[in-house]
Each structure stands twice: as structure tokens, then as C-alpha cells.
């Protein structure tokens, strides 16, 4: 039993909700190692292909680290995964999409960030703030925004702190969808439908080559690189079902495995 997030099943899919609310969402360590144990648990269910994150309530997707816990004296530990479990793991193969509703700040925006996909409320405001309480976004904000949207629009929201709302966030290329806030789930969900309707196995073999891919500077090397989720691929069952259901004229029954 959690206290301080709850995770949902829904078919193949995983709804896990920050629910601190009364802190905007702001992580502790106690909330961080629970995010770890549901994600370590995500990876290892065969039955769950696609993970959606988001927050409780309209007013706030995660505000980032609890300051206010730190300052109260409190002892300040990350787990090996990261902020969320999710901002240091690095070998999740599964997609995980963020649902933003409102505040994703300093460390919210890095799980955001660590997500494979945004999907935004209208509401949603985005933010690397730490200079402005003399700290840095170092649970990987630093690296994935230069990335993700290119190191000139990066650096003017890195270096000012300034806060981007969702609009700006889908024009400079960190959003994919922008939708009124009583849509959002709904709409992380149809994304996740979109990608649950996929062989898992291409799902994983994609999302690893894409990643490790892009970790390699030589496009050949990247294109030639051996991928442990690709040779999955090809030993799964997946690979019979999916042209079999196609000169079948039906739909796959896929088996993530």
C-alpha cells in the first residue's frame, strides 16, 4: 500500500498518480521511493506495456523537490532510479507518457523530461527554476532539454528559469499535445491506446534504439548497434503473430513476449 502515489491498471496499461496534492506534488524521499518501487515493478510485469505519469488534482503536476522538507531539517535521499524512479533509469525499455496538469517545475519538469511523451493540459506551465534558489537541474534536466528541443532554446529557458507554459512547450518541441485540463487523462490514455495496439516487443526494440541510437555520434554505428530488445524481437512470438494476423486480415493478439 502507498501513501503518497497510487498506481491503477487499466488493460496493459499503467496510470501511476503523484498524489501530495497539499505540497503541489513536491517529491520527498519517501514519496521517491515508492515511484521506484511501482516503476521496478512496471519493468518486470510482462502484462504491462505502457506507463502514463501525472499528478493529483488541476493545480500541479509535480512542483519538484519538497523544499520545504529539506528545510525542516530532514534527511535527503534520491534512490538509484532517480527523482520518480524514473529520472536516473536508464534501461526502461517500456514507454511512459507524462500527463502535465499545471506546475511541472524544477524536478517535475525532469520527469516529464524523462518521459517518452507530454501530453499537456492548457494549464500546464513548464520550468527549470533552480539558479533562482541556487541550485541546478541536476536530475537530468541539464542534459535532456538541449536534446530534446536543441541547445539555443534550451539555454534560454535554462539560464533565465523562466517559465514556459504549454503552447510555447508544444512550439519549442517538448509537448505533443496540448488539451483542456478535463481532457488530459483521456487523451494520455488514447496515446497509450495508440501505442498498446503495437507489438510491446517493436515498442521496446524501438524506444532502445532510438535512445542508444542517439547516444552514438556515428550514424552508422547507430544503425548497426546490437540491441538486446531487437534480438528479443526476434525471437518473439510477436514477430509470427503480426504478419499472420495481417494475411489473416484480423487483428494481432499480441503476447509481449
Not at 521496478?40 to 506495456?49: G, Q, R
Amino acid at each position: 500500500m502507498t501513501e503518497f502515489c497510487k498506481a491503477e491498471r487499466d488493460g496493459h496499461i499503467l496510470v501511476v498518480t503523484i498524489n501530495r496534492p497539499e505540497r503541489m506534488n513536491a517529491l520527498h524521499p519517501p514519496a521517491n521511493f515508492e515511484l521506484e518501487k511501482i516503476f521496478d515493478d512496471f519493468a518486470k510485469d510482462d502484462d504491462l506495456w505502457v506507463a502514463i505519469i501525472t499528478g493529483e488534482g488541476e493545480r500541479a503536476f509535480s512542483a519538484g523537490n519538497d523544499l520545504r522538507w529539506q528545510a525542516e531539517g530532514n534527511k535527503m535521499e534520491v534512490p538509484k532510479s532517480g527523482f520518480a524512479g524514473l529520472t536516473a533509469r536508464y534501461d526502461l525499455n517500456k514507454p511512459v507518457i507524462a500527463a502535465v496538469n499545471g506546475v511541472a517545475m524544477g524536478g517535475g519538469f525532469e520527469i516529464a523530461l524523462a518521459c517518452d511523451l507530454i501530453v499537456a493540459s492548457e494549464n500546464a506551465v513548464f520550468a527549470l527554476p533552480e539558479p533562482k534558489v541556487g541550485l541546478a537541474a541536476l536530475a537530468g534536466g541539464l542534459h535532456r532539454l538541449p536534446r530534446q528541443i536543441g541547445t539555443k532554446q534550451a539555454m534560454g529557458m535554462i539560464l533565465t528559469g523562466r517559465q514556459v507554459p504549454a503552447k510555447e512547450g508544444k512550439e519549442l518541441g517538448f509537448v505533443n499535445e496540448v488539451v483542456p485540463a478535463g481532457e488530459l487523462l483521456a487523451a494520455a490514455k488514447r496515446w497509450a491506446g495508440l501505442i498498446a495496439e503495437c507489438s510491446p516487443m517493436s515498442i521496446r526494440a524501438s524506444k532502445e534504439s532510438v535512445y542508444k541510437g542517439l547516444d552514438e555520434a556515428n550514424l552508422q554505428k547507430a544503425v548497426e548497434g546490437k540491441y538486446p530488445a531487437v534480438a528479443a524481437l526476434f525471437k518473439s512470438e510477436d514477430l509470427i503473430e503480426g504478419p499472420r494476423a495481417f494475411a489473416e486480415k484480423r487483428k494481432p493478439q499480441w503476447k509481449g513476449r
